[in-house]
């Protein structure tokens, strides 16, 4: 849950036409859900055949001195680019995912999974790239990798999946998440993979900041399509992004990784 928001920043952006009509629409999330669940019952269930592998890039290793000094770190071709182009032309229509529920946090989620339920993701058969994807992440050797790259001298392990998708209006507003002051946690670390977006800024990737109102930003991705940005959860720094602005949109998919003695004791 995100905590420090700024009262004036939420003040201003969730006023005028756009967020009237998001704000209209958290209303009716209930009703949305209904309706989008009835479209996936009458699509074609047909499984889809995934042939690439998942692979993640040395573009994660190059990148660890970078996260290592400064808490966070923005990645080109993340993905092998036939894995990339299997997520990217099998993404799913916005009735496979949930409308947001909050003003705070208002865009699309889905197929998510948390460490403890069985390793596998909703309607695994028809997107099961993205079953690959989360296969892959909760390897021992992704572990491996996750633990060299943070360098630090502990197991972490992959806690979380989910897909997302904005839209016009969508927005997060600048907070931390309440695990930056959780001392229950020792490490938690935030990866987004941009799967497809419009040219920045105004397509919702997400911003770092050193403040609440993202005044003084650290780093506003300036590519969407398959980049990455890595950030430590419990560094001292906010995460949002401002409005998505008309005709412009992004697919990301997130995972998080922390402590493995955090992860495995939520689980008790
Ligand atoms: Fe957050």
Not at 20 to 39: A, G, P, Y
Not at 90 to 115: A, E, H, I
């Amino acid at each position: 849950m995100g905590v420090s928001f700024s009262g004036s920043y939420y003040k201003k952006y969730s006023n005028g036409p756009i967020q009237f009509l998001i704000k209209l629409r958290i209303k009716l999330d209930e009703l949305t859900k209904k309706i989008r669940l009835l479209r996936r019952k009458f699509q074609n269930k047909q499984p889809r055949i995934s042939n690439a592998t998942c692979q993640i890039t040395n573009s994660l290793e190059q990148a660890a001195n970078h996260y290592q000094k400064n808490g966070w770190a923005y990645l080109e071709n993340v993905l092998s680019p036939d894995f990339h182009q299997e997520i990217l032309k099998n993404w799913p229509k916005s009735y496979y995912l949930n409308p947001p529920r909050k003003m705070t946090k208002s865009y699309n989620t889905g197929f998510r999974w948390d460490y403890d339920i069985s390793p596998k993701i909703d309607y695994a058969d028809q997107f099961p790239a993205f079953q690959k994807f989360l296969d892959y992440l909760i390897t021992d050797e992704f572990a491996k990798r996750i633990r060299n790259f943070a360098g630090v001298n502990f197991d972490l392990m992959c806690d979380s999946f989910l897909v997302s998708s904005t839209f016009v209006g969508s927005q997060v507003m600048p907070h931390k998440d309440g695990i930056y002051s959780d001392e229950k946690i020792k490490y938690c670390l935030n990866i987004l993979f941009f799967i497809n977006g419009r040219e920045m800024p105004g397509s919702g990737g997400l911003v770092l900041a050193k403040d609440n109102e993202l005044n003084e930003i650290m780093i506003e991705p300036p590519k969407l399509i398959n980049t990455g940005l890595i950030y430590d959860v419990k560094a001292d720094f906010y995460h949002g992004f401002k409005p998505v602005k008309l005709d412009k949109f992004r697919w990301a998919i997130s995972s998080q990784f922390c402590d493995k003695d955090y992860v495995i004791r939520q689980t008790k």
